[in-house]
């Protein structure tokens, strides 16, 4: 009785899956576009909509898939994903259609997505995040479709530039260290000692924090670091730092902490510390400066490789690009918090992202 | 196996210097000779339990030795001492293990003296089981592919006699084995022990509250109260001795309801 | 069709690679009957050791290593349960805990490490190329015909149903049958003079190993291994037993240790058809959930149907 029950079940779930292989990409990609975009309200819908009606995609031209893979959702990496469609959506390509995957922090989803995306004959893939890059690569090899990574701090490292890899390329967020230093330096051209706080297992901020190391060492800049490995760590670490006698905080572009900017800046600035940060949202949340990734501007460099691909060029042309343009913001209103004040010459080539009073413009 | 069993000068106290302290072994001294048969009897709280504990290794007495043959083996470890010691729980399920068959229950009792094979489950080994089972006479040896935890209590009690002493231990210990079993099973079992054990000649120590076992069965019958001997009969003194006598006795000599 | 065998192949090559994990917590949760949460961390460990190993040159030897460490996490842990007396969920989760620091330091101070090495070619620089994995050597054993993905799935497959075998086998064994014992009835263990100590010790290593096994399958199977990679890893090996043994059965060992297997398969499966069923990607986690409550469900609702109603525990 078991075996039959067994079997039957088996069957029912190859039969499952013969149906909604055979119904295709077409129908719940469409829908999921317009799901997961919905906080960018118009312009993701727009995305979504646009490929519908220009479905006659078919008379102009090969329909061309995109399909953008984020790990999780994240302010970030929400931004990317946005920004990518609504530039996409703005040239006016109606033949390009965009599906947009989210593994919800299931790393192991990661695969199934990609393999899934294999299996649609997506034309170009899009991963955000350096471990949806590496298991892009893993399931492309050998296979001729464009990936265009987004978001990968180091690509070489991440074993994405070598060979085999003539499919691949993107836009890095790397952040230069000696842009860090310079950064801290602005605003505190006297400071001493700087306290660097990452967590462990988020590649790109612990990249971010070993290069700023190596160049604090080459030029003989004096620091500290605490890891974290999850957000109820970083008081003690913050307060460890401070205890050191730093005179600035760091950290990269960092999802862990971004989450968890307010208790971090509200230890920091208690004790007159300045936090300096990797991501525009990090400082819109609180953190006083930063020279980082704009992931709009990150999102409009991947739009743009993305609409060159799709004209045809091969990625092995393309190799993968930095930030032209780095963000450069200022919040006022942390700098009343930790009673810093500075000559105007320094906020020079900063935009106010947030004012003294706390009105925010970010987003706009 | 014929050995000698001495508990020598054992003391064991409970919650040393609370109120809940219990004098549970007062310098007990016993001794079991080779092949003897002894029913043990006392009321609650009088520290059979706690000798059987002493003696199996799940407790170490704060003073005095158990020699085993002259081995002492107060401090050894549990397991190391079962390779010489066999026991039988009031509860059917304790000594078995429910979900591995009646074979491999037996195998792995056998473990101490099997040969050296490296499948637990052979056919010489089988064999000397399923001979081992016919002689309980229960229809066990048909059975012996079956889950132990799908028979009787008292089946489950018999192949745990059987599986306490197909090593040949050096002792036997007999906690109230047949109390939880019907009055059938009870007889059953009580007549196997006591055929194993004159067979194969196995000093044994039986505890039971029964004034009809402990006469009937054994060469010795000894009575405990408040961790000391306070009777001890064999020999025609014993065979003179009638159930209700030893109850007198018992109401006597022991702490009532305690 | 083609769409519909390829996400087979894929999602089948997955479930192997994840079945030696299932085994591993097959052998903790059904066979010792404890829960193990050192899970989490071992996997890791496999895929940490076997990535810095292989990076040296040695990929085969990066499976074993990162096999070997998992079993070393299996002592830490069986260590703690039986001499320290220490409460199994505490022990394994003191071990995961700590794995975390050993893990990233195996790294090398970083949280992903991918599988290259410097190699100086002919031109005299130093360029990075990519490591050997045993599938590569095994795709270039066989003519590195078909897509990656069939040769993950067969020598994984191949590797698995060893696996299996000598696990069934192994638990006919004196030390198997032990290890059995002391899961069911600790007590009559040691009342047959055996070390239950070393028996439960020994069970759980060999669980962690396998657990570390599949993650060093899945490090030379996505060339990269990551310090997330081992988080809801427990939830799918414990998923993955209990769905097959609801389908296939447990009883005898071979029955319970094919059935893990399959249902690991079985349970990639079951993600694969949610991530493609219409709806917002969020939802696929309540979806996959339901689905397994589902499978629980079946053997109640296969009673209630034939009227009997008997409870069911397993």
Redesign the interface.
């Known amino acids: 009785m078991k075996r039959l029950s067994a079997m039957l079940l088996t069957a029912a779930f190859m039969a499952g899956t013969v149906l909604t292989g055979c119904s295709s990409a077409g129908n719940n990609t469409a829908e999921s576009a317009a799901e997961t975009s919905a906080p960018q309200a118009q312009e993701g819908q727009a995305g979504g909509e646009t490929s519908a009606p220009g479905g006659s995609g078919a008379a102009d031209g090969k329909e061309i898939t995109v399909a953008i893979v984020q790990p999780m959702s994240h302010t970030s990496l929400d931004q990317i994903r946005d920004t990518i469609v609504a530039e996409i959506e703005a040239a006016g390509r109606s033949d390009i259609k965009i599906v947009t995957e989210n593994a919800n922090g299931d790393t192991s989803a990661l695969n199934t997505i990609i393999q899934n995306c294999k299996a649609d004959q997506v034309d170009i893939l899009v991963p955000i995040a350096t471990s949806t890059a590496q298991t892009a690569h893993a399931v492309y090899d050998g296979e001729k479709t464009p990936i265009v990574f987004a978001a990968v701090s180091d690509p070489v490292a991440a074993g994405l530039t070598g060979e085999g890899c003539d499919f691949i390329t993107g836009v890095s967020n790397n952040i230069p260290a000696a842009e860090i230093v310079k950064l801290i330096s602005n605003f505190q051209p006297d400071y001493k000692k700087i306290g660097f706080v990452y967590t462990s297992s988020e590649t790109n901020s612990v990249s971010t924090i070993n290069a700023a190391k190596a160049y604090c060492d080459e030029n003989s800049i004096s620091y500290e670091e605490v890891s974290i490995a999850n957000p109820s760590e970083l008081q003690t670490a913050v307060e460890t730092l401070i205890s050191k006698d730093v005179d600035a905080l760091y950290t990269g572009n960092d999802n862990t902490i971004a989450s968890a900017m307010a208790s971090y800046t509200d230890i920091a600035y208690a004790k007159q510390i300045p936090v300096y940060c990797g991501a525009d949202s990090m400082v819109a949340d609180g953190g006083f400066a930063t020279i980082g990734v704009d992931y709009v501007q990150l999102g409009k460099q991947v739009a743009d490789m993305v609409l060159k691909v799709a004209d045809g060029a091969a990625p092995s042309e393309l190799p993968y690009e930095t930030l032209s343009e780095y963000a450069k913001f200022v919040n006022l209103q942390a700098a009343e918090r930790f009673g810093g004040s500075f000559d105007e010459s320094a906020y020079e080539g900063y935009e106010v992202l947030v004012e003294k009073d706390g009105t925010s413009h970010f987003n706009q | 196996m014929s050995s000698t069993l001495k508990i020598v000068d054992v003391t064991k106290r409970f919650e040393k210097g609370t109120i809940n302290e219990k004098l549970a072994l007062d310098h007990l001294n016993l001794t079991a000779g080779p092949g003897e048969f002894i029913t043990l009897l006392g009321s609650n709280g009088c520290g059979k339990t706690t000798l059987f504990n002493s003696i199996l290794g799940n407790l170490i007495p704060d003073e005095g030795r158990i020699l085993l043959d002259d081995e002492d083996i107060t401090f050894q470890k ?6 010489n010691i ?2 039988l729980y009031q509860n059917p399920l ?7 068959t009646i074979e ?2 037996l ?3 056998y ?2 003296k099997a040969s050296r ?5 052979n056919r010489k080994d089988s064999q000397y089981f399923r001979e081992m089972l016919a002689h309980l006479d229960m229809g066990l040896e048909d059975r012996m592919k079956t889950k132990m935890g799908l028979l009787s209590g008292g089946q489950r009690q018999a192949a745990s006699l059987l ?2 002493t197909i ?1 040949q231990p050096k002792l036997l210990l007999l906690d109230e084995h047949t109390a939880a079993l019907d009055p059938g099973a009870a007889e059953k079992v009580m007549s196997l022990t006591k055929e194993i054990v004159s067979r194969d000649k196995i000093t044994t120590l039986m505890i039971t509250h029964d004034m009809d076992y402990a006469l009937a069965y054994g060469d010795r019958t000894i009575m405990m109260d408040s961790g000391r001997v306070v009777l001890d009969l064999a020999g025609e003194e014993r065979s003179k001795m009638t159930p209700g006598q030893l109850a007198e006795i018992f109401y006597r000599k022991t702490r009532r309801g305690v | 069709m083609n769409t519909f065998l390829s996400m087979l192949i894929s999602a089948m090559g997955q479930g192997f690679l994840y079945a030696p994990m299932a085994l591993g917590v097959f052998i903790t949760f059904r066979i010792l009957k404890t829960p193990d949460l050192t899970v989490d961390g071992s996997f890791v460990a496999g895929m940490t050791v076997c990535a810095a190993v292989t990076v040296a040159g040695h990929p085969l030897l990066g499976i074993a290593a990162g096999t070997l460490a998992g079993a070393l996490a299996g002592f830490c842990t069986g260590f703690l349960q039986t001499k320290l007396g220490i409460n199994a969920i505490l022990a394994g989760i003191l071990t995961m805990t700590g794995l975390y620091t050993v893990n990233y330091a195996v790294l090398g101070g970083q949280s992903n490490l991918y599988l290259q090495s410097q190699t100086v070619n002919e031109l005299g620089v130093a360029v990075p190329t990519p490591s050997p994995t045993i599938y590569k050597m095994f795709s270039s054993l066989l003519g590195d015909t078909m897509e990656a993905g069939s040769y993950v799935l067969i020598l994984t497959g191949i590797i698995v149903a060893v696996l299996c075998a000598v696990l069934a086998v192994f638990f ?3 030390p ?3 290890i ?2 002391t899961g ?2 600790e ?10 100590d070393a028996s439960r010790i020994a069970g759980v290593m060999m669980a962690n190993g396998l657990v570390a096994m599949s993650g060093a399958f899945l490090c030379h199977s996505q060339r990269y291994a990551d310090l997330n990679c081992g988080s809801g890893m427990l939830v799918m090996g414990l998923a993955s037993v209990i769905i097959g043994q609801v389908l296939l059965g447990d009883g005898s060992v071979l029955r319970g240790v094919l059935s893990a297997a399959a249902g690991s398969v079985l349970y990639r499966i079951i993600i694969q058809i949610a991530y493609k069923i219409d709806m917002p990607s969020y939802a696929v986690k309540l979806l996959s959930a339901f689905i397994v409550v589902i499978f629980l469900t079946l053997p109640l609702i296969k009673a209630k149907l034939k009227g009997r109603g008997e409870a069911v525990r397993r």
């Open positions: 549990d397991y190391k001492r079962a390779y066999g026991c304790r000594g078995t293990a429910p979900n591995l491999e229950n195998a792995l009792a473990t101490r094979s490296f499948f637990a489950v599986m306490a090593a | 006919r064994t004196r198997g049958m032990a059995r014992a069911d009835n007590e009559m263990v040691r009342s047959s003079s055996i070390n239950a």
